[in-house]
């Protein structure tokens, strides 16, 4: 067996592995922290919820592409920019809420990757 054969068969190998066990561990992260970060940013939004719509229509969502595996919090309803962004973001939510969790998200990456 020769260096480059070696090489091309360890290469395999770290693409099998990765594909089918280490994409699907951190698409299961994902999930789990987006859905924490969503039940803490409704309980911890800060504005008046005067339908209830706002706070019931966040929703968060993990999503993998490629090799790419990540989370995020949005707004459900259109006026959900105006809740973030006026008053100088004296009443913003996710972005606080997805630096929070990114974090923990992070930490549990490291976890699962190791060395790699």
Do not use: C
């Amino acid at each position: 067996m020769s260096a480059a054969n070696d090489a091309k068969q360890v290469a395999s190998m770290y693409a099998k592995i990765w594909t089918t066990k280490t994409l699907p561990a951190l698409y299961a992260l994902a999930q789990g922290v987006a859905l924490e970060a969503l039940n803490s940013a409704k309980e911890s939004a800060p504005w008046n919820d005067q339908t209830t719509m706002a706070r019931r229509l966040m929703f968060a969502e993990a999503f993998q592409e490629d090799k790419a595996v990540g989370f995020f919090v949005a707004h459900g309803v259109q006026y959900g920019v105006y809740l973030e962004l006026t008053n100088d973001r004296k009443n913003e939510i996710l972005r606080p809420t997805v630096e929070e969790y990114g974090t923990k998200y992070l930490v549990g990456v490291r976890r699962i990757i190791g060395d790699r």
